[in-house]
């Protein structure tokens, strides 16, 4: 249970913690542990630190790293000082890195170790540079963290956080080929806080272990974390995700609850070892950021022999959504499903013109409730296209069954969910245009066994020109996140567009995805 009196914002888990299971672990990264008196301590002085080097309530602080236990004293003091903490997905190449924090305009970016030269990179033509502070690691361009914390103190601010407060901004690919600072607030996470213990998968008990592989500039990464230590539990945090690993640990640290993308699921199960591995401990494997296929479900369920539950939402509406409990996967007809609303959740089948539709009936679904970001940053109108008259418009097709089940059917957007990774089409064709030779090109999302869908590119070259589709990938990965370059590329004679000019992507997904229950992957 979480103690919702102690733990009004999420700021308040350390302290709530410390108070009542000072010495009890809270992370562990490799072989280190840090106790609940620990992180309470540290995110003061974080809190302060902050605070000292000008940083006011409402501004942003940016972290660019791979998952690492100083994160948990970086957000928490963060939100102590009442700003917000903006993660930059680490796998963005400088100029995406440079984008984000001139949007997000943050006062000072902490850096891990392995990406000192993306940050330098980035910051290079920024006109307003962020103070810059090695998280882990040494640069002589970078403070260490530590001397920047230097003899800052552990009594937490005066000034408490308050429900209204940006608390974190996570950044989703555009559908413009720019991305999006999602703000979530207090008041998104109060809600989240008091739904979590109703929902299966994210009710844990005191002293369990909670294994956190998913990145932490992702919403379920923070999610499923916030939620483990607001209820007691141990994080057992893994910098990289290697399936064998995964393995391994849920068996040694004793693992009782994860979140794992479909595709770390399938990696999983294709380890020798998977089969003889030690899951005694384990109670339940949380699901979502993609779809997946039911023969991986069916397996996995078999070999890991613990209760299932897949999480359908969006970074816009805090993670939230659906959920398709333990229980449902095994009702007929449910196991392609996304479940139903969150407690205090509202979902909707909507048509073109916000109107709500009957069960059965194709339309787009629609999320409404305090866990709806409170904004895009800097977007006014895309805020105002997005979320109308509180329903938060989640560009995906489907509809709902007699038993008030949702199933996803399709995308309105043209987003590419690969591994869990939303890719944009019109970002990818950005990166590629230019490439010599090229006259036109359309990405596309095509079925893939591991990732769920695959970026592909068609191309139509230029009169007189020939195309190598390995020097297109190359001239792709070296402007955008290697995830979003296109895994393959095929030369075509011409796009169909429709009069206007628009690019008729679902006539050109249509042969890969023919014969296939859904449109998605």
Known sequence: MIDLDAIRTLADIPAAQAKKRGNAVAVKFGVRETSFAELDARSNRVANALIASGVASGDRVSVLTKNHD???????????????????????????????????????????????????????????????????????????????????????????????????????????????????????????????????????????????????????????SFSGLAQGGRLVLVKDFSAADAIRMMSEERVAHAFLAPAMIQMMLQQPEAEAGDYS??????????????????????????????FYGMTESSGGGSYLSPAAHDLPGKLTSCGKPWPQTEMAILDGEGRPLADGEIGEIAIRGDIVMKEYWNRAEATADTVVEGWLRTGDVGYRDADGFYFVHDRIKDMIVSGGENVYPAEVESAIMGCPGVADVAVIGVPDDKWGEAVKALIVPAAGASVEPAAVIAWARERIAAYKAPKSVEIIDALPRNPSGKVLRRELRAPYWEGRERAVG
Not at 294 to 308: E, I, K, M, N, S
């Open 70 to 224: 100083a994160w948990y004293p970086l957000f928490f003091g963060t939100a102590r000082a009442r700003a917000c903490l903006a993660p930059i997905n680490c796998r963005l190449a400088p100029g995406e890195v440079a984008f984000i924090l001139g949007d997000a305009a943050p006062k000072l970016l902490f850096v891990g170790e392995d990406f000192f030269e993306t940050a330098l990179a980035a910051v290079a033509g920024l006109d307003n540079k962020p103070r810059l502070i090695a998280l882990y690691g040494a640069h002589p361009a970078f403070e260490p963290f530590d001397a920047w914390l230097a003899d800052a103190p552990a009594t937490p601010p005066a000034d408490a956080p308050r429900l209204a407060d940006d608390v974190l901004q996570l950044y989703t690919s555009g559908t413009t080929g720019r991305p999006k600072g999602v703000v979530l607030a207090n008041k998104n996470y109060r809600r989240f806080l008091e739904m979590a213990t109703e929902v299966d998968g994210f009710a844990y008990g005191e002293d369990e272990t909670v294994m956190i592989v998913m990145p932490l500039f992702h919403v379920a990464g923070t999610n499923v």
């Open 281 to 310: 401990a384990l109670r339940s494997i949380a699901y979502g950021a993609s779809p997946i296929a039911q023969d991986v479900l069916r397996r996995a369920r078999a070999t890991f022999g613990c209760d299932f539950v897949q």
